[in-house]
Every structure is written in C-alpha cells, then in structure tokens.
C-alpha cells in the first residue's frame, strides 16, 4: 500500500480512495496510521480517502 501511495504522488495525484467490504478493526488501524480517513460509511462498505 504505502509504495502505491509514493507511485501515486509521483504521477501527481492529489487524492487516494480505497473501499473495502468488511469492517475489521486491524485494517481500519493500518489505513488510519497511512494516513486515510473514513469519509464514507455504507451497509456493506466504508470508503476512505487521503489527500495530500
């Protein structure tokens, strides 16, 4: 993830959106410690981003 992040700033991206299907704490607390922040919450999703 993190080296995907650094491709990504490379190519001049300003954002970073990822979702996921389950909520598993371990996986909330990496993306949280990358940076990311939940800006979306479905009945079957959660939707993050990063902005930089």
């Known amino acids: 993830m993190e080296h995907a992040l650094i491709r990504a700033r490379e ?6 959106w990822l979702d996921f299907l389950s909520i598993n704490a371990p996986v909330v607390r990496a993306y949280r410690r990358l940076g990311f922040t939940l800006c979306g919450l479905g009945a079957l999703f959660m939707s993050w ?3 930089w």
């Not at 190519?11 to 970073?16: E, G, L, T, V």
């Open 49 to 51: 981003r990063i902005c």
């Open 11 to 16: 190519f001049s991206a300003c954002i970073a």
